[in-house]
């Protein structure tokens, strides 16, 4: 039996990177999935790969009405809310802070966390009604950190852990678990895209993104959909607000963290 038997899912951002990736090993471990995703063609397409175990949903994050839609075929099609991934992103807006325009704050933090309030606030209620359910939501080694990456992007990262570790304590008496994974550079068409300037470089971005870790191997998509299993399963019952990274110690051992061992 799978590890994720019998759970019917909500992915958003899951038609590509990390959001495909746990989405492909949700399906794997015995689960069903709502691919909601502003990308039609990518999110059809894996839909159509997976067979009666996924189905894409058109779903903007920012908007309400399009996760609220995306909850209920999951709800009508499979019949329950079992695991709510909120886990689009994109890098937004970057520069210097004076330069940062507000309409771009505000959309970076709409896509970057107001979604992540969205998809949270609409799940919980019917997993309360459930007396069960998880919340994953992603965050970023750059939730924990400063300058891994743009200003608003670290201030909405941030906000997501705070938000997940406030929720689980309303959530936990509910039988319902909130819980946080911080990806540390993994390859995506996020990362291609900035680390090789083309998002579907891939190949290229993860020769480069690997250079930057210990052992010389980055971690890709199905490495944090490890984490998603375990949190969004059975075995993980006892974690509630927990945030996990998933870095390889990178940023630990990395010459901007502060160090409590003698060099050497
Ligand atoms: N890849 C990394 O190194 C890394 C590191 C830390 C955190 N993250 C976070 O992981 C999450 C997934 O990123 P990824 O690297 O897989 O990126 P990705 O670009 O490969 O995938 C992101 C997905 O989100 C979707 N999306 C973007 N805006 C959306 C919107 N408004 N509504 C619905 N869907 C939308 C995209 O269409 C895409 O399918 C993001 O929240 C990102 O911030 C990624």
């Not at 608003?152 to 819980?179: C, D, F, M, Q």
Request: proline residues 3%; negative net charge.
């Amino acid at each position: 039996m799978g590890r994720m038997q019998g759970k019917n899912c909500v992915v958003t951002g899951g038609a590509r990177g990390i959001g495909e990736g746990i989405v492909r090993r949700y399906v794997a471990e015995g689960a069903r999935c709502v691919i909601a995703d502003i990308d039609v063609e990518m999110g059809e397409k894996l839909a159509a790969e997976l067979g009666d175990d996924a189905i894409f949903v058109r779903c903007d994050v920012t908007s309400e009405s399009d996760i609220t839609a995306a909850i209920d075929a999951c709800v009508t099609n499979f019949g329950s809310l079992d695991v709510m991934i909120n886990n689009a992103g994109i890098s937004g807006v970057t520069g210097p802070i004076a330069d940062t325009a507000l309409e771009d704050y505000e959309r970076t933090m709409s896509i970057l966390l107001t979604s992540v309030f969205l998809g949270t606030k609409l799940a919980y209620p019917i997993m309360k009604a459930q007396g069960d359910g998880v919340i994953i939501n992603t965050s970023s080694t750059a939730g924990v950190q400063g300058g891994l990456g743009p200003h608003v992007y670290t201030a909405a990262k941030h906000g997501v852990i705070g938000l997940s570790k406030s929720v689980a304590v309303e959530a936990a008496p509910n039988g319902v678990r909130v819980n946080v994974i911080c990806p540390g550079a993994t390859l995506s068409s996020l990362t291609a895209a900035i680390v090789a300037g083309d998002k579907d470089n891939l190949e290229a971005a993860y020769e480069r993104l690997s250079s930057k870790y210990p052992g010389g191997k980055a971690p890709k998509p199905d490495d944090m959909a490890n984490a998603a299993v375990w949190l969004g399963s059975e075995e993980g019952r006892f974690m509630n607000g927990a945030v996990i990274v998933m870095d390889l110690g990178k940023e630990v051992l990395s010459d901007r963290a502060v160090k409590f061992y003698p060099a050497g």
